[in-house]
């Protein structure tokens, strides 16, 4: 069956950096388009990043110029460069997978989840 573990997260000060990892498995990686999501407590998950299977990305408005989103298809594995990391990135960060005509922001179109990995950034 389709598994992605994340790995990576942790608890940084603020104005650091961390390097999350999500490695897939049980799906065609190199054909699907790879995001990140994060839920804060107590708010709805939200968009990060995604990457396209042939590499376009897209951010959200908020970790633009701070986060890089990247991929290893040999690998099976999507990344997120997390810089200059603020307080308010601190959530539960899920990678997902999912096949649609573009890159979508849109968590319904996202078909496989991993389990998450918390990020907690200090002041």
């Known amino acids: 069956q389709v598994q992605l573990v994340e790995s990576g997260g942790g608890l940084v000060q603020a104005g650091g950096s961390l390097r999350l990892s999500c490695a897939a498995s049980?799906?065609?990686?190199?054909?699907?388009?790879m995001g990140w999501f994060r839920q804060a407590p107590g708010q709805e998950r939200e968009f990060v990043a995604v990457?396209?299977?042939?590499?376009?990305?897209d951010y959200a408005d908020s970790v633009k110029d701070r986060f890089t989103i990247s991929r290893d298809n040999a690998k099976m594995t999507v990344y997120l460069q997390m810089n200059s990391l603020k307080p308010e990135d601190t959530a539960v960060y899920y990678c997902?997978?999912?096949?649609?005509?573009?890159?979508?922001?849109?968590?319904?179109?996202?078909?496989?989840w991993g389990q998450g990995t918390q990020v907690t950034v200090s002041s």
């Open positions: 997902a997978a999912s096949r649609t005509l573009r890159p979508t922001r849109d968590s319904t179109l996202y078909n496989y």
């Open positions: 049980g799906l065609t990686f190199s054909t699907h388009d």
């Open positions: 990457i396209s299977w042939i590499g376009g990305t």
